[in-house]
């Protein structure tokens, strides 16, 4: 078992419970692999695409095409999923604050930025309508912000739907608390609470007694063997 494995599983929990709702991972091998672990294993009414326009009806490795084509999902009727709330998914950020308000539009003030990054994107409308997770492969103080530099992704205190989770290289996160701030759920194993504080620019509610993310299954391990046998995941998660 690696540190990648443990992202992917925690990843995958977040659509624990979905049902029938399209599961989209955006960005990395992490992501999809969770959506696709997901569906193979505790949640298998979920939908999951080929990362373009065709809707799955098998669930392909990394890089494969799929065998069994269920639907075609135009861009029209990829918008109107995520307007009716039926789309959850899991999202990047360059910065992020303990509302769980995102940036990945750009770093600096926005008239003159210091960085010009993707701009905001579809995730206004996604934290908006819809279930919303996050992968965030590098926790360190320079993404968990007190403040980001431009809202694109809405946090709690700013009307989000439903923010899930916030998995990263070193532990689960969520917003289970009165007044919706950013709650640490679980370090990974290896990793200490000290450890997530300290990557952290803002204070993060610390429960007194912090679990550790479960460690994947004999038959999650199998599944994600078929899924990534070339493990890519581990090139996004250093072991």
Known sequence: MSRADVCVVACAESFRGDGEI?????GGP??????????LTFEPDLLTHDGTCLLTG???ALGAAPEVVEGWLPFRDHLWLVLNGRRHVMLGASQIDRHGNTNISCIGDWA?????????RGAPGNTRCDPV????????????????D???????????????????NLAVL???TPDGSMRLASVHPGVSVADVVAATGFDLVVPAEV???????????????????????EREVPA
Do not use: M, N
């Open 211 to 233: 679990p550790v993310t479960r460690e994947p299954t004999a038959e999650e391990r199998r599944v994600l063997g078929l899924l990534d046998p070339g493990r890519a995941r």
């Open 174 to 176: 969520d917003f289970r």
């Open 30 to 39: 992490v992501t999809v692999l969770a959506a696709r672990l997901a569906r």
């Open 58 to 60: 098998d669930v392909p």
């Open 112 to 120: 003159r930025p210091k960085a010009q990054l993707l701009g905001v």
């Open 150 to 168: 431009l809202v694109s992704g809405l946090g709690t205190d700013r009307g989000a739907f439903d923010l899930r989770r916030v998995v990263t």
């Open 133 to 148: 997770s996050y992968w965030i492969p590098r926790h360190g103080p320079r993404v968990f912000v007190p403040r980001v």
């Open 22 to 26: 399209l599961a989209a991972g955006i």
